[in-house]
């Protein structure tokens, strides 16, 4: 039997990515994030309105897509509920949000050069994409609250052990990526961290210690 609970939240289960772009001063910024898709050799991501990466794609027309392996849940949880903006907003305060400026370091990762871009990779990621952005589109309404971006991937790199002998293809048995399934880590169809943002949205979920 079906029933219609009124749904508040509908990530039924992505892949994370933390999206590397540049702030107007030329610092890095690193955001986890999980509303994204691809198709061909383009991929669609959403994003709020009152995140500095919004404002750095609208400024900057480029960023890297880096997709961590649910290996790396420790490193995206740390910034799970960090801004990169310093005026937080009171519902962020709330939910558990703080400034932090120096998102790899909050993360614990490390910065690597890009190729064809300037916003920098994540060297621990095993998929780094270098995208430019191809357009912006306002969602939400009557007044927009988020921005759905499509991006083109303009080069990939990928960790050698995950690519096919002789072929141009990732092996999906050796990718393990990390997936947010309403608001808590999963990697390998197994519940693989305890998450920061489930417990700063308030998610009805079985309570679990959260790592420092």
């Not at 050069?113 to 998929?127: G, K």
């Amino acid at each position: 039997m079906h029933v219609v609970p009124g749904l508040k939240v509908l990530y039924f289960g992505t892949p994370v990515v933390l999206i590397s772009s540049l702030n107007e001063d030329g610092t890095a910024n690193l955001m986890p994030m999980s509303s994204a898709w691809w198709l061909g050799q383009s991929c669609m991501l959403g994003l709020g309105n009152n995140a500095q990466t919004t404002a750095n794609l609208l400024r900057e027309g480029e960023c890297v897509l880096n997709l961590p392996s649910s290996a790396m849940v420790d490193a995206v949880d740390r910034i799970a509920l960090t801004t990169a903006k310093p005026a937080v907003p009171d519902y962020k305060v709330e939910q558990g949000y703080r400034y932090e400026p120096d998102k790899f370091s909050a993360a614990r990762l490390t910065e690597q050069a890009s190729d064809l871009v300037r916003a920098p990779r994540v060297a621990e990621c095993p998929i780094q994409l270098e995208c430019r952005v191809v357009s912006a589109h306002p969602l939400g309404g009557p007044t927009p609250h988020a921005t759905a971006f499509q991006v083109e991937v303009l080069r990939a790199h990928v960790e050698e052990e995950l690519v096919i002998p002789g072929t141009h293809y990732v092996d999906p048995l050796g990718w393990d990526p990390l997936i947010m399934k309403f608001c808590e880590f999963f990697g390998g169809g197994h519940n693989v961290h305890s998450s920061r943002l489930a417990e700063g949205w308030n998610m009805p979920h079985k309570s679990r210690p959260t790592a420092v």
